[in-house]
């Protein structure tokens, strides 16, 4: 077994004009992070969080805990099974049921598990092949924690760019070689890496 590519990303969000900074690791074919955010839009807000995933970058758990705005405080709990159902806060979603991943909002590192799991950021090619990946994920609001089905498409554009759309919105983020979001237009650019 090798041992864990270790990774330290901040990003500039300017979607909550705010940062996030993520630590975490890749083992094998897994990913473990935890991180935490500040979001001013809105706010101001804190959001703490820790992800887990399995084999093939599948979510297993994330956990989510938002102070603010003001003296509120929040937390929830998603769990997904080996069968691919899922639990919020000890309760069964089966409108969740078969996404393999979550996606917490205005946090890009949410973004790594699909790509690295289809390899979508080492595509070659300047032009979509195909119509992409679509995608159910198990979407998270900030700061409201509300946890809903989001469909999702990845479409790899070559040279690390993958498109993202869901509903209305479409950008083209790039991405670098360990499937991490470098620059998110509309939502974050990422800062240098700060060691690990």
């Known amino acids: 077994m090798n041992d864990p590519v270790r990774f330290t990303r901040t990003w500039r969000v300017s979607a909550s004009g705010g940062y996030d900074t993520a630590w975490g690791g890749f083992t094998e074919d897994a990913m473990h992070a935890r991180g935490r955010a500040v979001a001013l839009e809105g706010g101001p807000y804190w959001v703490s969080y820790e992800l887990r995933t399995g084999p093939g970058y599948v979510t297993r758990s994330l956990r989510v805990r938002v102070e603010g705005p003001g003296p509120e405080v929040?937390?929830?709990e998603l769990l997904r099974d080996a069968d691919g159902r899922w639990t919020v806060d000890?309760?069964?979603?089966?409108?969740?049921?078969?996404?393999a991943d979550c996606d917490l909002g205005l946090c890009p590192l949410t973004n790594t598990m699909p790509v690295r799991r289809h390899g979508l950021h080492l595509a070659a090619g300047a032009a979509p092949a195909g119509p992409g990946h679509r995608f159910l994920m198990a979407w998270v609001?900030?700061?409201a924690l509300a946890v809903v089905p989001s469909e999702q498409t990845y479409t790899p554009l070559g040279g690390?760019?993958?498109?993202?759309?869901?509903g209305t919105f479409s950008s083209d983020v790039l991405f670098d070689g360990d499937g991490l979001v470098l620059d998110y237009p509309g939502l974050a650019t990422g800062l240098a890496d700060n060691g690990t």
Do not use: F, H, K, N
Request: hydrophobic share 25%; glycine share 14%; proline share 9%.
């Open 74 to 76: 929040r937390a929830t």
């Open 160 to 166: 690390g760019r993958v498109r993202y759309s869901s």
């Open 141 to 143: 609001s900030v700061p």
């Open 90 to 99: 000890g309760r069964a979603r089966p409108d969740l049921d078969g996404a």
